[in-house]
């Protein structure tokens, strides 16, 4: 009889994974990051513990696999818009300018992401960890986006990337608890294009429009 009743899934691992992740996002909307536990997702998903575990590896294999199924980051299309042929002609500084640009407006439209980034700076856990790994994963594989890959090779643009990164995100987690910054109202569109704006200018000036001429090697004049 038991036999009779019990679900499918408990006899597919197709079915089973499905239930550990659906678990383990009821859970994360319920609790938060921070008190998410593999003994609630396994009662809540109503799978054996050591599946999880030879499933995923443990929860922070289960936080992975559940961030590469959601739509926690901006997609390709989010990020190159619709003709990725038009994004490959743009120069490097148009290229970083629409990047970040886009991925701010991104992560605004993904309040889960933002909550999930404002609990990673109060505590970190084995989620945090997971999802911070699989952003990272996400962030080093946008090179396959850029037409010209040795262009970001350069000095100043290995150093610029991560200051825009950390400005952007600080920025559009403020939209949401406290929009008022230095003049602007990060809940407002408008001043959204402003800050697009700051984003085309400090690109600019530490991009420009190419790179640095090699520079040549000093030869000694011979004696008359």
Known sequence: QLAAIEPRWERDR????????????????ERGAHRVTVNGVVRRARVGKSLLYSYFGGLEGLAA?????????????????????????????????????????ALRARPRTLEL???????????????DRVRMAHGRSLVRLFSRPEEYD???????????????????????????????RLDREADWRRVEAMLEIVIGRVVGGSAAAPRRKRTRRAKS
């Open 65 to 105: 696999a559940w961030a590469e199924r959601s739509e926690l980051l901006p997609s390709d299309a989010d990020l190159l818009g619709g003709d990725p042929a038009e994004y490959a002609r743009l120069s490097t500084r148009e290229q970083l300018t629409r990047n970040y640009q886009r991925y701010a407006r």
């Open 154 to 184: 350069r000095e100043e643009i290995v150093a610029l990337q991560p200051l825009l990164y950390a400005a952007v995100c600080y920025l559009a987690l403020r939209s949401r608890t406290a929009p008022r910054y230095f003049g602007l």
């Open 14 to 29: 197709l079915g089973k994974e499905s239930a550990l992740l659906d678990a383990f996002d009821a859970l994360l909307q």
């Open 117 to 131: 980034l404002g609990g990673e700076l109060l505590q970190e856990t084995a989620v945090t960890r997971a999802l």
